[in-house]
């Protein structure tokens, strides 16, 4: 198997090289179980988050780096927006986005009583990694619906032309393959 070397806050990872579709492969990061990573990042991360009420982050990779940043900002509470609609779950807003690691259309909801917390607040977004921005900008869509106001999007690595953005603040790049390189 390729993969693909990440140098990032003095960690190494190797990632592994798959194929999202006929003519692009990725670097898969994937956050999940890396507690040493998702702490050293959000300590990064958190140096450029100023003045906010709520941490805002879609399910499920971006949660334990939300809570990580909400834990070191000292703060209590942070806002999941899910991609399915829960039993607990009443009016929900709803967004539809197609991102690059997703087959098909996705939904994305913020729970009513959530929608209600942002009111009026102060947010920053949060995710683990930015690529085309498509889940960003439901993210940002949710949010203002809700009447949040949103100071600061972060995230701990961007993926190809995202590594553009200055709208978004992030450790480090992972560029996109044309096809799975030779290593």
Same mark, same amino acid.
Do not use: W
């Given at each position: ?16 090289? *798959?194929?999202?579709?006929? +003519? ?7 956050? /999940?179980? +890396? ?17 906010? +009420?709520?941490? *805002? ?19 209590? %509470? ?6 399915? *609609? ?8 709803? %967004? ?14 913020? +729970? %009513? ?15 683990? *990694? ?43 790049? /992972? ?9």
């Amino acid at each position: 198997m390729n993969t693909y070397e990440l140098n990032l806050c003095g960690l190494k990872r190797e990632l592994p090289i *798959v194929r999202i579709d006929d +003519d692009t492969s990725i670097a898969s990061f994937v956050i /999940l179980g +890396d507690v040493e990573l998702v702490h050293v990042a959000a300590k990064e991360l958190v140096k450029k988050i100023k003045d906010i +009420d709520y941490i *805002v982050t879609a399910e499920a990779k971006g949660i334990p780096l939300a809570f990580e940043i909400s834990r070191q900002l000292g703060m209590n %509470e942070y806002i999941v927006i899910r991609k399915s *609609v829960k039993t607990y779950m009443n009016d929900p807003l709803c %967004e539809i986005v197609q991102s690059i690691t997703s087959r098909g259309c996705q939904h994305l909801y913020l +729970d %009513e009583a959530d929608a209600q917390k942002l009111k009026g607040k102060r947010i920053c977004i949060v995710d683990d *990694v930015i690529s085309t921005g498509e889940s960003l900008k439901a993210i940002e869509k949710l949010v203002t619906r809700a009447g949040g106001d949103i100071k600061s999007k972060v995230a701990i690595l961007a993926e190809g032309d995202a590594a553009k953005r200055n709208d978004i603040y992030f450790l480090g790049e /992972l560029p996109l393959f044309n096809s799975e390189p030779e290593v």
